[in-house]
């Protein structure tokens, strides 16, 4: 199944078509106003570079003035076997699509709502037959059995038609092109990048990314910058301001050779506030019964870390380098290691 963009935002095309597998890009008038673009002929010409294939609208009231128009567009320098030419549904318009045809050129019959409209088309020979399908649901019809009745047409009768599923809105409507059958779908860039998107396979590869980091990274490569540490002569109340500053909820205490000798946490201030009161905040740490810390050396791998955080059920380690403190990890670290 060829896969197209509807689109004409110059950034948008660019991003879609460095995936390198889409066939080429449908666009149309209404796309090329949104965007606020006033030199048709030299957009067009732009576009032509940038993609495989280019479908752009041939318009006219009568046979005779949309094969002239196809012929203005073919004689700026399009490259006629990678341009499509999009006509509106008419008996104008397939009389046109059957000369254009007969002279070599490619026609895409759209804004189809009606099978018997899609077999003029086929009748007269069109490349592709485009039943807008988001557009019909809207009018609370049955947009997708058109769209059956119109790939089991060429099928049957063996036309040299394309069905193209279009006017996309969901995901939902590219997996039922998919299932219909058609040969042809073009589809929103906004609804393109959903379609590779699960919240399971994004689960799954987050999990992947989080164990080969744990085996592979090591707590050094890992730590922050920040190295909440005091001396245990210090008051509580400036352990606090290390543990804010840092956005840890810890503070590592150390001798006068950088050492850890305890740690005091977020924890701890709690249940000694609500014992104590807020005098608390003025003692010493070196009043204090510190408990001891746990530690990991920085040359560790993350799985050692993790596992220390599982056996001992703490939120914090005290990260040395040959018995001196460089950091800490907090548990909440190794669920960033994605990033």
Do not use: W
Not at 70 to 91: C, F, N
Not at 196 to 205: D, H, Q, R, V, Y
């Amino acid at each position: 199944m060829e896969l197209y963009l509807d689109s004409a935002d110059i950034k948008e095309i660019e991003t879609a078509f460095q995936l390198g597998f889409l066939t080429g890009l449908t666009t149309t008038p209404t796309f090329m106003h949104r965007e606020g673009i006033t030199d048709v002929d030299a957009t067009i010409l732009k576009l032509a570079d940038m993609v495989p294939v280019l479908q752009i609208e041939a318009l006219g009231k009568t046979a005779d003035e949309i094969v002239a128009e196809a012929k203005r567009q073919d004689a700026m320098g399009l490259d006629r076997s990678r341009t499509v030419y999009k006509i509106p549904i008419s008996l104008e318009g397939v009389k046109a699509c059957k000369r254009l045809v007969d002279e070599g050129y490619l026609v895409n019959i759209h804004l189809v709502y009606t099978l018997q409209q899609a077999y003029m088309a086929m009748a007269a020979g069109a490349t592709y037959v485009c039943p807008l399908v988001g557009r019909l649901q809207d009018q609370g019809h049955d947009a997708l059995a058109l769209v059956e009745q119109c790939v089991d047409a060429v099928n049957y009768y063996g036309y040299n038609t394309k069905i193209m599923f279009s006017s996309v809105r969901n995901v939902e409507h590219v997996r039922n092109a998919i299932n219909i059958g058609v040969h042809t779908v073009t589809v929103p860039y906004k609804i393109m990048k959903q379609l590779t998107e699960n919240n399971f396979t994004t689960l799954g590869t987050n999990q992947f990314f989080e164990h080969t980091a744990l085996m592979t990274k090591t707590i050094g490569e890992t730590i922050r910058k920040e190295n909440p540490v005091i001396t245990a002569d210090k008051k509580v109340v400036d352990g606090l301001v290390k543990m804010n500053v840092g956005g840890f909820g810890a503070v590592t205490i150390v001798n006068e050779k950088n050492q850890a000798i305890g740690i005091f946490t977020d924890g701890d201030l709690r249940r000694n506030i609500e014992s104590e009161g807020e005098g608390f905040l003025q003692k010493s740490f070196a009043d204090l019964p510190l408990k001891a810390p746990r530690s990991v050396e920085s040359s560790d791998l993350l799985v050692e870390a993790s596992n220390a955080f599982k056996t001992h059920q703490i939120d914090q380690l005290v990260v040395t380098a040959n018995e001196v403190v460089i950091g800490m990890i907090d548990v909440q670290d190794l669920m960033k290691i994605n990033d």
